[in-house]
Protein backbone atom coordinates (compact mmCIF):
# COMPACT_ATOMS: atom_id res chain seq x y z
CA UNK A 1 0.00 0.00 0.00
CA UNK A 2 2.64 2.49 0.66
CA UNK A 3 4.44 2.11 -2.67
CA UNK A 4 0.74 2.93 -4.49
CA UNK A 5 0.26 6.19 -2.44
CA UNK A 6 4.08 7.09 -3.08
CA UNK A 7 3.30 5.90 -7.07
CA UNK A 8 -0.08 8.50 -6.77
CA UNK A 9 1.85 11.37 -5.00
CA UNK A 10 4.69 11.41 -7.98
CA UNK A 11 1.78 11.41 -10.69
CA UNK A 12 0.05 14.14 -9.24
CA UNK A 13 3.18 15.98 -9.02
CA UNK A 14 4.01 15.04 -12.67
CA UNK A 15 0.50 16.04 -13.45
CA UNK A 16 0.88 19.78 -11.73
CA UNK A 17 4.16 20.21 -13.27
CA UNK A 18 3.15 19.05 -16.74
CA UNK A 19 -0.33 21.07 -16.62
CA UNK A 20 0.69 24.32 -14.73
CA UNK A 21 3.45 25.04 -14.11
CA UNK A 22 4.51 24.35 -18.17
CA UNK A 23 1.27 25.48 -19.15
CA UNK A 24 2.57 29.23 -17.05
CA UNK A 25 5.83 28.93 -18.78
CA UNK A 26 4.20 28.21 -22.13
CA UNK A 27 2.62 31.39 -21.75
CA UNK A 28 4.64 33.43 -21.03
CA UNK A 29 7.08 32.13 -23.46
CA UNK A 30 4.47 33.17 -26.50
CA UNK A 31 4.49 36.74 -24.39
CA UNK A 32 7.96 37.16 -24.53
CA UNK A 33 8.87 36.08 -28.03
CA UNK A 34 5.90 37.88 -29.64
CA UNK A 35 6.37 41.41 -27.15
CA UNK A 36 10.62 40.73 -28.46
CA UNK A 37 9.55 40.63 -32.18
CA UNK A 38 6.69 43.48 -31.68
CA UNK A 39 9.56 45.26 -29.86
CA UNK A 40 11.89 45.04 -33.03
CA UNK A 41 8.30 45.70 -35.40
CA UNK A 42 7.90 49.04 -33.62
CA UNK A 43 10.94 50.36 -33.62
CA UNK A 44 12.14 49.89 -37.08
CA UNK A 45 8.88 51.27 -37.56
CA UNK A 46 7.09 48.46 -39.42
CA UNK A 47 4.28 49.13 -37.54
CA UNK A 48 2.41 52.33 -37.31
CA UNK A 49 0.59 53.35 -33.72
CA UNK A 50 -2.56 52.21 -35.17
CA UNK A 51 -1.17 48.69 -36.50
CA UNK A 52 0.04 48.30 -32.69
CA UNK A 53 -3.14 49.07 -31.07
CA UNK A 54 -5.46 46.52 -33.70
CA UNK A 55 -2.40 44.29 -32.62
CA UNK A 56 -2.87 44.31 -29.12
CA UNK A 57 -6.78 44.03 -29.50
CA UNK A 58 -6.46 40.84 -32.42
CA UNK A 59 -4.01 39.08 -29.52
CA UNK A 60 -6.65 39.77 -27.10
CA UNK A 61 -9.52 38.76 -28.96
CA UNK A 62 -7.22 35.41 -29.88
CA UNK A 63 -6.71 34.69 -26.03
CA UNK A 64 -10.36 34.88 -25.26
CA UNK A 65 -11.39 32.79 -27.90
CA UNK A 66 -8.87 30.15 -27.09
CA UNK A 67 -10.17 30.07 -23.55
CA UNK A 68 -13.02 29.66 -24.62
CA UNK A 69 -12.44 26.77 -26.91
CA UNK A 70 -10.23 25.28 -24.04
CA UNK A 71 -12.48 25.63 -21.11
CA UNK A 72 -14.26 22.48 -21.45
CA UNK A 73 -11.19 20.50 -21.46
CA UNK A 74 -8.83 22.87 -19.54
CA UNK A 75 -10.74 25.21 -17.27
CA UNK A 76 -8.04 26.68 -15.29
CA UNK A 77 -5.62 26.87 -17.96
CA UNK A 78 -8.65 28.63 -20.18
CA UNK A 79 -9.03 30.80 -17.23
CA UNK A 80 -5.41 32.21 -17.74
CA UNK A 81 -5.59 32.79 -21.38
CA UNK A 82 -8.89 35.23 -21.35
CA UNK A 83 -7.75 36.60 -18.56
CA UNK A 84 -4.66 37.34 -20.97
CA UNK A 85 -6.87 38.27 -23.28
CA UNK A 86 -8.47 40.63 -21.35
CA UNK A 87 -5.20 42.21 -19.91
CA UNK A 88 -4.53 42.78 -23.51
CA UNK A 89 -7.43 44.55 -24.23
CA UNK A 90 -6.72 47.06 -21.30
CA UNK A 91 -3.58 47.52 -22.01
CA UNK A 92 -4.46 48.40 -26.23
CA UNK A 93 -6.78 50.74 -25.02
CA UNK A 94 -4.48 52.19 -22.70
CA UNK A 95 -1.97 52.66 -25.67
CA UNK A 96 -3.93 54.30 -27.93
CA UNK A 97 -5.49 56.88 -25.43
CA UNK A 98 -2.25 57.54 -23.82
CA UNK A 99 0.82 56.62 -25.82
CA UNK A 100 -0.42 56.99 -29.43
CA UNK A 101 -3.48 59.88 -28.39
CA UNK A 102 -5.92 57.92 -31.26
CA UNK A 103 -8.53 58.18 -28.85
CA UNK A 104 -9.94 60.27 -26.59
CA UNK A 105 -10.41 60.09 -22.61
CA UNK A 106 -13.98 59.95 -23.18
CA UNK A 107 -13.81 57.14 -25.61
CA UNK A 108 -10.88 55.27 -23.74
CA UNK A 109 -12.74 55.39 -20.77
CA UNK A 110 -16.31 53.84 -22.40
CA UNK A 111 -14.18 51.02 -23.69
CA UNK A 112 -12.38 50.27 -20.80
CA UNK A 113 -15.97 49.80 -18.99
CA UNK A 114 -17.05 47.55 -21.51
CA UNK A 115 -13.76 45.34 -21.42
CA UNK A 116 -14.62 45.35 -17.46
CA UNK A 117 -18.37 44.36 -18.22
CA UNK A 118 -17.28 42.01 -20.71
CA UNK A 119 -14.47 40.27 -18.33
CA UNK A 120 -17.94 40.05 -15.57
CA UNK A 121 -20.36 38.37 -18.46
CA UNK A 122 -17.61 36.09 -19.56
CA UNK A 123 -17.15 35.40 -15.67
CA UNK A 124 -20.42 34.31 -15.41
CA UNK A 125 -20.32 32.45 -18.38
CA UNK A 126 -17.60 30.31 -17.41
CA UNK A 127 -18.65 30.22 -13.56
CA UNK A 128 -15.18 31.56 -12.57
CA UNK A 129 -14.55 33.74 -9.98
CA UNK A 130 -10.94 34.57 -10.62
CA UNK A 131 -12.24 35.72 -14.56
CA UNK A 132 -14.55 38.10 -12.24
CA UNK A 133 -11.29 39.23 -10.25
CA UNK A 134 -9.62 40.16 -12.88
CA UNK A 135 -12.38 41.81 -14.74
CA UNK A 136 -12.88 43.60 -11.36
CA UNK A 137 -9.02 44.60 -10.78
CA UNK A 138 -9.68 45.95 -14.33
CA UNK A 139 -12.52 48.09 -13.78
CA UNK A 140 -10.78 49.50 -10.64
CA UNK A 141 -7.85 50.55 -12.67
CA UNK A 142 -9.73 52.01 -15.32
CA UNK A 143 -9.97 55.62 -14.02
CA UNK A 144 -6.33 55.88 -13.55
CA UNK A 145 -5.65 54.43 -16.85
CA UNK A 146 -8.39 56.51 -18.80
CA UNK A 147 -7.07 59.42 -16.54
CA UNK A 148 -6.09 63.19 -17.90
CA UNK A 149 -4.99 64.58 -14.63
CA UNK A 150 -7.89 66.35 -14.26
CA UNK A 151 -9.61 65.90 -11.57
CA UNK A 152 -13.49 64.77 -12.10
CA UNK A 153 -14.73 63.69 -8.01
CA UNK A 154 -18.38 63.35 -9.41
CA UNK A 155 -17.65 61.17 -12.15
CA UNK A 156 -15.30 59.49 -10.21
CA UNK A 157 -17.27 58.59 -7.23
CA UNK A 158 -20.61 58.05 -9.20
CA UNK A 159 -18.44 55.18 -11.37
CA UNK A 160 -17.15 53.77 -7.85
CA UNK A 161 -20.76 53.78 -7.29
CA UNK A 162 -21.63 52.10 -10.09
CA UNK A 163 -19.34 49.45 -10.21
CA UNK A 164 -19.49 48.79 -6.56
CA UNK A 165 -23.19 48.06 -6.95
CA UNK A 166 -22.40 45.95 -9.94
CA UNK A 167 -19.44 43.80 -8.09
CA UNK A 168 -22.72 43.34 -5.02
CA UNK A 169 -24.89 42.16 -7.44
CA UNK A 170 -22.62 39.48 -9.52
CA UNK A 171 -21.22 38.53 -5.85
CA UNK A 172 -24.70 38.20 -4.21
CA UNK A 173 -26.10 35.99 -7.49
CA UNK A 174 -23.37 33.89 -8.09
CA UNK A 175 -22.33 33.47 -4.09
CA UNK A 176 -18.80 34.80 -4.71
CA UNK A 177 -18.15 36.37 -1.49
CA UNK A 178 -14.77 36.89 -2.19
CA UNK A 179 -15.49 39.23 -4.81
CA UNK A 180 -17.18 41.13 -1.91
CA UNK A 181 -14.09 41.67 -0.33
CA UNK A 182 -12.34 42.70 -3.32
CA UNK A 183 -14.62 45.51 -3.93
CA UNK A 184 -14.46 46.33 -0.29
Do not use: C
Request: charged residues 10%; proline residues 2%; without cysteine.
Amino acid sequence: VPAQSASTEKKNVESYIGRWLLGVVGVIAVILGASFFLKYAFESNLIGPAGRVVLGILGGLLFVVLGEVLRSRLAKYSYLLSGGGLALFYLSIYSAFHYYALIGQTTAFSFMIAVTAFGVILALWADALALAGLAVFGGFLTPYLASSGIPNDFGFFGYLIILNVGILAVAFFKKWHELTLLGF
